[in-house]
């Protein structure tokens, strides 16, 4: 049985900032972009925990904009790339840490970037 495709904007945006978090972690810790191997891997790994369907376009969509939307907050905010404080981002769990200001902004983030594509469908 196949995942229903379930992501309404705020899935969209929950997932865009898991990918960005992601992104934003794996520089930190190795200096390097994720992989879009890794990419694939992490999107996966959100729709299984949150239950989400997404279709290839979809998870390819977010997939891409997640890396650039990385770099520009690490441009706006370079202590995103500080180890100490990306791994701030993600819970023991791997999921968005909500608690932290950082998270928040760059839910929001993604959040006005699909609304300003058009795509709140």
């Excluded at 992501?7 to 929950?14: F, K, S």
């Excluded at 978090?21 to 190795?30: E, F, M, N, R, W």
């Excluded at 972009?33 to 694939?40: A, F």
Aim: net charge neutral; glycine share 4%; aromatic share 6%.
């Amino acid at each position: 049985m196949s995942t229903p495709l379930n992501l309404d904007l705020r899935g969209r945006a929950e997932l865009l900032s898991y990918l960005v978090i992601s992104q934003l972690l794996a520089k930190a810790l190795t200096n390097e972009w994720l992989s879009p191997q890794h990419t694939v891997e992490s999107t996966r790994l959100w729709l299984a925990t949150n239950g989400g369907g997404a279709d290839l376009l979809q998870r390819a969509r977010l997939s891409s904009y997640a890396v650039n939307l990385a770099k520009q907050f690490a441009e706006r905010l370079p202590t995103v790339l500080d180890r100490d404080i990306a791994v701030t981002l993600v819970t023991e769990s791997l999921r968005i840490d909500f608690r932290t200001a950082i998270a928040r902004d760059i839910y929001q983030e993604c959040l006005n970037h699909l609304v300003s594509i058009g795509w709140i469908v």
